[in-house]
């Protein structure tokens, strides 16, 4: 029996667990699209809040390639977009001024 290399890899059966891992993923994600993201233009100035919104768009797109590669990896995105924005809030407050 021969094997041909340049066949497409047959699709990896999903379970229950990925599907809901990466379903809650990304609705964490859009949770924090919503806030704190969202509401960072009452603490950064504009241009802080416009590379904000671009690093939770990159999430998203990120999240979105990962359901169907890596579904477990899903949750880690609204995580690591958490951490971006309160270093980046941290970094502001305490480097640039910035106040409510």
């Known amino acids: 029996m021969s094997h041909d290399l340049n066949a ?3 699709p990896r059966k999903r379970d229950f667990p990925d ?8 609705a964490l994600h ?4 919503v806030f704190p993201f969202s509401a960072s233009g009452l603490l950064a100035p ?3 809040v416009i590379v ?3 690093v939770w768009l990159a999430g998203l797109v990120i999240a979105i ?4 590669s890596r579904p477990r990896l899903v949750p880690l995105v ?3 977009a958490l951490v971006f924005w309160a270093g980046l809030m941290l970094v502001g407050d305490l480097l ?3 106040t409510a």
């Open 8 to 10: 497409p890899a047959a």
């Open 46 to 48: 504009l241009w802080a």
């Open 65 to 68: 390639r990962l359901v169907r």
């Open 96 to 98: 640039l001024d910035w």
């Open 30 to 33: 859009l949770i924090v699209g």
């Open 52 to 54: 904000l919104g671009l």
């Open 78 to 80: 609204p995580l690591v």
């Open 19 to 26: 599907g809901l891992l990466s379903f809650g993923g990304l």
